[in-house]
């Protein structure tokens, strides 16, 4: 099966516990990274990677999502009689970024069972999946990168970076070949391993590209870690059944955005590469003293 990759999934239905109390009537996909909330990152990331057709698996307290995405004719009505026409711009920019549906994932049932309701979405061709939450900042689209493999070897592909110690136990990992630099041929995949049987360094992150055949295999995983059903354990049911699955060391930097500290860190990050803010941040945190 080799096809462009026109659709994207966007599981946005996970409960967000790490990041409570915030995210008990928000979604995190909506904590704002300086400006923007996450999701409108990753969305700008599928954009620039040729996406043409997006689905976003909300949960409950999710149409905050649809409204960022949508037009707002009262806000681009005050922002014009105000004269503030750049920012009527930028906003409605975002409502012609690209077509979006929404579907619910009724319960949270783990990221397998998320991307799951999108099997009507992606019909027969292959398509990619995008975590929110895992704010990719790279020169060449993180996405792009994993369609590239895609292209090349026509079989899934998924996106990993070195973690070191104990914190793997938090990430799929993967054992896997080099086959050229940066490129992997699956061989297993473990969920969220204790750090003592973890069959590398090598960790899942939030990017994936995957055929239909993902679906076949969702329809006989049973929950599994964390009572979830996890898209790892459908990966490796194919696997098993010999089907070659590929992954990318990303080059970029990652940030866990989900993640309280790492989205203190991604927001330092983001904050300094603006024009409009760098001088004076980077002033403020010299100011900081902190030795
Ligand atoms: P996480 O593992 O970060 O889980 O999900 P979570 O529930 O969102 O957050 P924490 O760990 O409780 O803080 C990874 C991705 O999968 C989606 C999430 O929205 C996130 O993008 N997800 C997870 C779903 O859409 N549905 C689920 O049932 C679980």
Redesign the pocket.
Same mark, same amino acid.
């Given at each position: 099966m080799k096809q462009k990759i026109r659709k994207a999934v966007f599981? =946005? =239905? @996970?409960? @967000?516990?790490?990041?409570l109390p915030a995210t008990k009537s928000s979604p995190?996909?909506m904590l704002p990274l300086v400006d923007k909330p996450l999701i409108q990152y990753s969305v700008e990331e599928a954009v620039a990677s040729e996406i043409e057709s997006i689905l976003i698996?909300t949960?409950r307290d999710k149409s905050s999502i649809e409204d960022h995405f949508d037009i707002s004719f009262e806000l681009e009505a005050v922002l014009q009689e105000r004269g503030k026409i750049e920012l009527f711009k930028q906003v409605r920019a975002l409502a012609d970024l690209v077509k979006i549906s929404y579907t619910r994932?009724k319960q949270?049932?783990? /990221?397998g069972?998320?991307i799951y309701q999108a099997k009507d979405f992606v019909g027969d061709e292959p398509f990619a999946v995008l /975590? =929110?939450?895992d704010v990719i900042d790279a020169k060449k689209p993180a996405l792009k990168q994993l369609i590239e493999v895609y292209q090349k070897y026509s079989a899934p592909v998924l996106a990993t970076m070195q973690v070191k110690g104990e914190a793997i136990s938090r990430f799929g990992v993967i054992d896997a070949e080099e086959v050229e630099p940066n490129i992997f041929k699956i061989k297993s995949i473990v969920e969220k391993p204790k750090f003592a049987d973890a069959p590398s360094d090598m960790a899942v992150i @939030?990017r994936y590209i995957f055929t239909p055949e993902l679906f076949g295999a969702l329809e006989k995983t049973k929950p599994g870690a964390g009572g979830?059903i996890q898209v790892a354990d459908a990966m490796r049911f194919l696997l098993d059944e010999g089907k070659p699955f590929y992954a990318v060391k990303l080059d970029g930097v990652r940030h866990d955005a989900?993640d309280k500290l790492g989205f203190l860190i991604a927001t330092v990050e983001f904050a300094l590469k603006r024009d409009e803010l760098s001088a004076d941040f980077r002033q403020y945190l010299k100011s900081l003293n902190l030795g």
């Open positions: 599981p =946005a =239905a @996970g409960l @967000g516990t790490r990041f995190k996909e698996v949960g994932q949270a049932l783990g /990221l069972h998320a /975590l =929110a939450d @939030g979830e989900g």
